[in-house]
């Protein structure tokens, strides 16, 4: 068994890789981005990249690859399963619609008229997203059918730029006022050139438009429940809003103890991954107002280091609690030799 592994550091390729030498797996490093990376692959097993939602190189033909080498009967990771609907909470919508999950209530318009329509019959506030985007950068409360208006024009003409920089900053701005330190003020330095001159990921992204996405707004949220299942794992993070803010995501502020998760939560999720056949599957919960849970979104991908390293245990299938730090990284190397070692027999 080979394993081929497109590194990029500080994603999950770092522990990938120094799992592969701890355990003595044969792998070899490929580069994605190459003309002939089906050649590259020809000899091993299966392909691992964790490629991110923010590179428009990879967004333009990630899972094109992926479904590619599917088909030839290689084994990767992310599968198909697990990355058609990443960053796209368009996408997203329809997959938890139609396997009757728990989504908070999401519309998506793709005309000025239906949507205009539809906003001029709905109470305010409601939240506006992008359909991409994370740490909250793309998300807006609208309070107003006059807001909604103006975002639905955009939506229909010029768009919006799917990483933007005024966003950028002002989370950037967030995090000094949080940490009070240099690294935070280096940050917001960084933003502030960065207003004027566009980075080359900017420059190469695609514009968002021809579309309309708002969700209905569940209010006094101090937090939402981030739970990921990795096969029979299942680790869970309580991120707190940002002060002054209805977002969680991208806040820093967390919480990791066994009694904030509540086991049903656990369970839906576990069921919800084994209904995808996901690989890796965090699902973020927020309440309404009757305290029952809604999944404002999902993803494959999560950031890796002391963010989950410092979770203090994890729950297996029969949601019985193990004690203890680990590495979600080598669960998922467990899970994909196993599939391989499988198809192989
Ligand atoms: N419909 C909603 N009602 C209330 N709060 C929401 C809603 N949608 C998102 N949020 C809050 O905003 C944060 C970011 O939203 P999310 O859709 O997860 O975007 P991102 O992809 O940037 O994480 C969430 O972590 C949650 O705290
Ligand atoms: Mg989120």
């Known amino acids: 068994m080979k394993l081929a592994i497109h590194k990029r550091p500080g994603s999950f390729s770092d522990r990938w890789i120094e799992y592969c030498k701890l355990h003595s797996i044969d792998y070899k490093l490929v580069n994605c981005y190459a003309d002939d990376i089906i050649e590259q692959v020809k000899d091993c097993d299966g392909l691992m990249w964790h490629w991110h939602h923010a590179d428009p190189k990879a967004i333009l033909f990630a899972r094109q690859l992926t479904l590619s080498l599917e088909k030839s009967g290689k084994k990767v990771f992310p599968n198909s399963d697990t990355s058609w609907h990443f960053d796209d909470k368009v996408g997203q919508k329809y997959l938890l619609e139609a396997m009757e999950a728990p989504i908070v209530k999401s519309h998506v318009f793709y005309s000025k008229k239906d949507a205009v329509s539809w906003v001029s019959n709905t109470s305010f506030p409601i939240v506006f997203k992008l359909r991409g985007g994370a740490g909250s950068i793309n998300v807006r409360l609208v309070k107003s059918k006059a807001q909604a208006d103006r975002l639905i024009r955009r939506s229909f003409s010029r768009g919006f730029p799917a990483i933007d920089r005024y966003s950028m900053f002002k989370d950037r701005l967030y995090h000094l006022k949080r940490d009070r330190d240099l690294a935070a003020l280096f940050g917001v330095c960084k933003g502030f050139a960065r207003l004027f001159v566009k980075t080359s990921i900017e420059k190469e992204s695609h514009r968002e438009k021809g579309y309309v996405y708002f969700q209905e707004f569940l209010p006094k949220n101090d937090f939402d429940t981030r739970v990921i299942i990795i096969g029979e794992r299942a ?28 086991l049903e939560l656990i369970r839906e999720s576990f069921d919800l991954s084994k209904k995808l056949n996901t690989q890796s599957l965090a699902l973020d919960f927020i309440y309404d107002t009757e305290g029952e849970m809604y999944i404002v979104e999902i993803s494959y991908g999560f950031v890796t280091g002391p963010f989950y390293d410092d979770c203090p245990g994890h729950w297996n299938s029969d949601l019985e609690w193990i004690p203890g730090n680990f590495k979600a990284q080598y669960f998922m190397m467990e899970d994909f030799i196993t599939s391989i070692k499988q198809a192989s027999h």
């Not at 309580?238 to 967390?254: E, H, I, L, M």
Request: glycine content about 14%; charged content about 35%; cysteine-free.
């Open 235 to 262: 680790f869970a993070v309580r991120r707190y809003v940002r002060t002054g803010d209805f977002r969680a995501s991208g806040s820093g502020v967390k919480g990791y103890e066994r009694e904030l998760f509540d």
